[in-house]
């Protein structure tokens, strides 16, 4: 069997590694300008990479070549990098018994849409799997386990995804059939995240990182279920499960990215320095626009908005947020 993943970044290359037993091939295809002659020569290189492929694994930039044959196609590129890639995957021939699999999470600007709405925009009949889930590319380097799930509405192929990327005692898959809930779970926590690491930079507490998770679930959920999502879905592992890893990990680049605008950094520095997407930094924004359509509160999120989007200070930031007009709290009754 064949494995292609597209996208040579930290996460495209971590799942390549992970997979290596499962696949007979395994090709990585990346832009040409995404290919550094380090990775290319990783083989014969006596400086070794942060992340070590296996001899067999292939590099391309020759989108064609790396789906031929491949029964598995693995979407890791930025949200901003979706529907160009669907639409170079048009062009070069994706089948429709090929299974392409979304591990990007986010939302499009200024469509608003999620990441399966613009891939079938693009690809319209194409046998799509989303997977999300608690995955720190760094702790998986380490070796460390964990779990996410396959969602689609074709149950069938993500079976198939959880039968095949499944690795034991590392790496464990559930399917899901709700889409939405997952989709918008993995995305929407990253803007809570932020929101945690800006927290940790004020030194405000583990009281306080506990009501910004409870408060930005509540917001994550309200949201999710006005756009058709099942309550129960958020509090599975692409929602609760992501969420609690993001909001407390310095490998989380959202978390990092909260925590250096906690420190009065400002986003275009931070982002600069980082040199890696932060995908909560635009879906800020796009939450709040979802939100204010759907005439719902998401306080949280509103404030990292402003956070990252205009000059307030962390210390105003603060102050908004704890001074809000008192009300009762909402809850979710769960199955």
């Known amino acids: 069997m064949k494995l292609t993943v597209l996208g040579p970044g930290c996460w495209g290359l971590t799942i390549a590694k992970m997979l290596n037993n499962n696949f007979d091939e395994i090709c990585v295809w990346g832009r040409k300008e995404d290919i550094t002659d380090e990775l290319r020569l990783y083989k014969k290189t006596t400086k070794p990479l942060e992340i070590q492929l296996d001899k067999k694994v292939e590099i391309t930039d020759d989108l064609k070549y790396a789906i031929k044959d491949a029964e598995i196609v693995l979407l890791v590129v930025a949200t901003s990098g979706i529907r160009p890639v669907c639409k170079q995957l048009g062009e070069a021939g994706l089948k429709d018994e090929q299974i392409l699999v979304n591990l990007s999470k986010g939302l499009e600007l200024p469509s608003l849409k999620r990441m399966s709405e613009v891939i079938k925009d693009e690809l319209p009949a194409s046998k799509l799997v989303i997977l999300s889930g608690p995955t720190l590319a760094k702790e998986i380097l380490n070796g460390c386990p964990t779990a996410a799930c396959a969602a689609s509405d074709d ?112 986003i275009d520095d931070i982002l600069n320095e980082l040199g890696s997407v932060a995908e909560g930094v635009k879906t800020s924004k796009a939450l709040c626009e979802l939100a204010q359509k759907l005439n719902i509160e998401v306080p949280v999120s509103s404030a990292i908005y402003e956070a990252v989007y205009t000059d307030i200070t962390p210390e105003e930031v603060l102050n908004k947020l704890m001074n809000r007009k008192l009300r009762q709290e909402d809850s979710y009754n769960l199955i």
């Open 155 to 266: 149950m069938n192929a993500a079976e198939f995804v959880q039968k095949h990327l499944t690795v034991p005692s590392k790496f464990r898959i559930y399917t899901n059939s709700d889409v939405i809930g997952v989709e918008l779970g993995g995305s929407l926590k990253n803007v809570i995240a932020i929101a945690s690491g800006f927290a940790d930079a004020m030194k405000l507490g583990d009281n306080c990182r506990g009501t910004l998770l409870t408060r930005g679930m509540a917001e994550i959920v309200r949201v999710s279920v006005a756009l058709g999502a099942s309550p129960s879905t958020l509090y599975g592992l692409s929602g609760m499960g992501d969420l609690i890893a993001t909001c407390s990990s310095p490998f989380s680049r959202n978390f990092t990215v909260g925590s250096m605008l906690g420190k009065g950094k400002k």
